[in-house]
């Protein structure tokens, strides 16, 4: 017999305090965007602890590199040169390896590439914006990029989001599924955010903020930040019906 | 004092904002050459078993208005009630059919369509079958943390009579938010995300 608990039951109910409620008027688009029928709930089925599987097989060669990898050959995108790296855990700080981590952002200016930002900072033709990995057998993943600009945005007359990068995770089950944010440390601009401030609890803010660690950087090429990642956790099924490896 | 947990909490979720094509979607708003096709556009292919259908869906809003930004992805089984994941247990799913789709809307309509198949039944917990049903994950601008709901097939009467979870529902009349009609081959899924008709959300 094994001497670690299996993790084939459900996942933990979701703690909906500590992520940022349906209606948040500070920010506007989720007036008529948020449901106000309570939720409802019911035993895990197949249907919500399985999910689809992403081989490393599909990766191209460029995926985790967005200064490359819309990039004309010999070029790269123009910004300060960095490195994302982390840690895809559980709730049961077990590392979760082969998470598809998914990822998007505005390019140093603070500008996407899509029809609808009309800003008036200028695309960088060597900078499309998105790229994506899987985290290996102990959970870690890394990407490189450029820090992306802060930008304003329509909500109040003067509001900006502080520099930000998008970030989609799968798990292992489908209603592990997750999309944050991740902001730079030491950005004055993250406590005045209205999407940062539709989060309720301060300590929830502090764990996207993502630390500078020198002794990740790569001398002369590029500094690294550190963001580790939290999925929803499994129940053991030692207390239910069937003991696993018995 | 006493003992810790030692438990971490979930990463908080934010919005998926106006953008999330450049990140899930690139191919379709235009940053080609990155990856040689969008995740989850294709769901089946020549060999997949199964009855072939459309699925076309709609989000409104609260003020009536059809959402044309948003990322609806979805997980079901296959015609034999199989997921294709090596989580699976109960047998091998079919290899022609991935089970996961993911798409944007038209910019212009607001529809979402999903090329696939009719799932078979999958069982609930305590061994009873639910009825074919899609599992759905929903993100946009303006919601803070994705929307889990089901589509249910308008021709499966007998089966949505008595699907566990749409039993469950104490709004009964509410079970209706989760059936999606047909007309030939194409199922049509109105999603309303507040209002009289405000779909049935899960907390699961
Ligand atoms: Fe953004």
């Not at chain 1, 890394?142 to 007359?157: D, E, K, L, S």
Request: aromatic share 10%.
């Amino acid at each position: 017999m094994k001497n670690a608990m299996p993790e084939a039951g459900g996942f933990f109910q979701r703690e909906r305090n500590w992520h940022p409620p349906a209606f948040a008027p500070g920010y506007k688009s989720t007036v008529v965007r948020s449901p106000r029928r309570a939720l409802i709930s019911f035993p895990q089925t197949l249907s919500e602890i399985t999910g689809p599987v992403f081989g490393h097989q599909m990766l191209g060669e460029l995926d985790n590199d967005l200064t490359l990898n819309h990039a004309r050959p010999g070029e790269s995108a123009i910004g300060p040169r960095i490195i994302v790296y982390g840690k895809v855990l559980d709730e049961n700080a077990r590392p979760v390896p082969g998470v598809l981590v998914e990822f998007w952002q505005a390019n140093a200016g603070g500008r996407y590439r899509h029809k609808k930002d009309g800003y008036l900072a200028p695309l960088d033709p060597n900078f499309g914006g998105c790229g994506r990995t899987i985290t290996d057998a102990e959970g870690n993943y890394f990407f490189r990029t450029i820090q992306p600009g802060a930008y304003p945005w329509p909500n109040g007359i003067n509001d900006w989001r502080p520099a930000h990068i998008h970030f989609s995770l799968f798990g292992h089950g489908f209603v592990q599924r997750l999309i944050t944010q991740m902001y730079f440390e030491g950005d004055p601009m993250i406590w005045q955010c209205p999407i940062v401030n539709t989060i309720p609890d301060k300590r929830a803010v502090e764990t996207l903020i993502a630390t500078l660690d020198m002794q990740a950087a790569v001398p002369m090429d590029a500094r690294a930040y550190k963001f580790d990642i939290v999925l929803r956790g499994r129940r053991a099924t030692l207390f239910e019906n069937k003991l696993e490896g018995n | 004092m006493m003992q810790q947990l030692r438990r971490l909490k979930e990463t908080a979720s934010q919005t998926a904002g106006p953008y999330v094509h450049i990140g899930l979607t690139p191919n379709l708003c235009e940053i080609s050459g990155v990856y040689p096709e969008d995740l989850g556009a294709r769901m089946v292919n020549e060999k997949t078993r199964g009855e072939r259908i459309t699925v076309k869906m709609r989000i409104f809003d609260g003020a009536g208005a059809v959402i044309k930004d948003a990322l609806i992805e979805i997980w079901q089984a296959d015609s034999d009630g199989l997921y294709n994941t090596p989580a699976e247990t109960r047998g091998t799913a079919d290899p022609n059919f991935t089970g996961w789709g993911r798409q944007a809307s038209d910019m212009e309509t607001g529809v979402f369509t999903f090329e696939t198949i009719r799932p078979g039944r999958v069982p609930f917990p305590d061994g009873r079958l639910q009825a074919p049903h899609l599992t759905l994950w929903i993100v946009a601008r303006g919601i803070n943390l994705g929307l889990h709901t089901r589509m249910y097939f308008s021709d499966e009467e007998t089966a949505n009579a008595q699907d566990p979870v749409l039993s469950r529902l104490e709004h009964q009349d509410r079970a209706a938010t989760l059936i999606a009609p047909r007309e030939g081959d194409t199922y049509h899924f109105d999603i309303h995300l507040q209002g009289e008709k405000e779909t049935v959300f899960f907390d699961v």
